[in-house]
């Protein structure tokens, strides 16, 4: 039996979204966008019904897609809780790829006494940066210091900012805007966004990362207590944070968020043709001894269903897929707020979405089969 599932925007990561679920043969899709033109891409697909409306109207937004197993937000994160009310109104289950922390905060008030299952954050970071984390923190005993460093990435940068358009350009400027979480020095704490910058390199390659708001999901609250230092930071090319902190600071963008977005968006190309890198390192104490556990995976833009996706689309909507497949079989808890280190990394990567995260011989050759 086909399960119903509402995707709420239809930008580049809710039509990857649909692209995934309808394509793996277990998912109808209602895609709904207030953009009646975004829609048209979707007009005659099979197992795709769209609806052109309002999403910041959550009781109608509720009544359109009640019915559905659940509701997979892609809108933009100042949409975030529109769609979730709408989504326990409807009775469905609520996935969403929020970074933003005041939001997340809401969703988990709405899933204290809820009947249906309520996961943020179930994108790339937070998301699938936290399962990893997870998956080697629980071989420590002690745990010291735990750093979380996520990009995506023009492959072939060629501009000042080093980058290229890859990802929403509002998700981008809030992470480099708003107050980041971190556990410092044992102690829970708010850090400013775009400091600490840092410089290490990878195959060969030197980047910067330094911090940046959301990444962490709920593991700041997690590891309160068990951790001495736990931090995340957003990696790009070098040069990359220099030029943003003037265009938020000197020049008071980030008191104008409206005319960054605007200039960003018609100077700075879009590109299919990236990377993403995940880079995960804890360390602490193992059977008595100081040790040192790290993750790295890089993933790249490749073809899905006779169409080229990005990297970032990919990884993106891969997991939030991913979660909502181990939902939909029983692998996750149907109630309550499910944190990502819920979730298990080994059945995250075996499943047929997960399996994007997976190293490349492993994804094709499960693809193959």
């Not at 990893?132 to 995506?152: N, P, Q, T």
Request: include cysteine; charge should be negative.
């Amino acid at each position: 039996m086909m399960r119903k599932v509402a995707v709420v925007g239809a930008g580049k990561i809710g039509s990857t979204v649909v692209d995934l679920l309808v394509g793996s043969g277990a998912y109808e899709v209602l895609l709904v966008d207030q953009s009646a033109a975004a829609l048209k891409h979707f007009d005659g697909r099979a197992h795709v019904e769209t609806a052109a409306m309002a999403i910041d109207d959550d009781q109608a937004l509720a009544a359109r897609i009640k019915g559905c197993f659940a509701a997979v937000n892609c809108a933009p994160f100042h949409l975030t809780t529109a769609v979730a009310r709408a989504a326990k109104a409807a009775g469905a289950h609520y996935l969403d790829l929020t970074e933003d922390v005041a939001s997340s905060r809401v969703v988990r008030e709405l899933a204290a006494d809820s009947k249906t299952a309520f996961i943020p954050q179930c994108g790339l970071a937070p998301g699938f940066i936290t399962i990893a984390a997870w998956d080697l923190i629980k071989h420590f005993d002690e745990l010291h210091d735990v750093r979380l460093r996520v990009g995506a990435l023009p492959r072939y940068p060629s501009n000042a900012l080093n980058y290229n358009l890859t990802w929403s350009t509002d998700g981008v400027i809030n992470e480099y805007c708003e107050p980041c979480e971190a556990i410092v020095n044992g102690k829970l704490r708010e850090t400013p966004a775009m400091e600490e910058r840092e410089e290490f390199a990878l195959d060969g390659v030197t980047y910067e990362a330094f911090n940046t708001s959301g990444g962490l999901g709920t593991l700041c609250h997690t590891l309160d207590g068990q951790v001495r230092n736990l931090n995340y930071k957003t990696i790009r090319y070098p040069g990359h944070a220099a030029i943003i902190k003037a265009l938020l600071n000197d020049l008071n963008l980030r008191n104008r968020r409206d005319v960054l977005k605007d200039i960003l968006e018609n100077s700075v190309p879009a590109t299919m043709q990236d990377v993403v890198i995940v880079f995960v390192t804890v360390s602490g104490m193992k059977e008595g001894r100081l040790m040192q556990e790290t993750y790295v995976n890089k993933v790249y833009a490749q073809e899905i269903g006779g169409e080229v996706k990005s990297a970032i689309q990919i990884t993106t909507a891969g997991a939030i897929c991913a979660v909502l497949d181990m939902l939909a079989d029983g692998s996750l808890p149907a109630t309550g707020f499910i944190r990502q280190e819920d979730i298990p990394l080994d059945a995250f990567l075996a499943n047929r979405f997960g399996r994007y995260y997976a190293p490349e011989e492993v994804s094709f050759r499960a693809a193959a089969e």
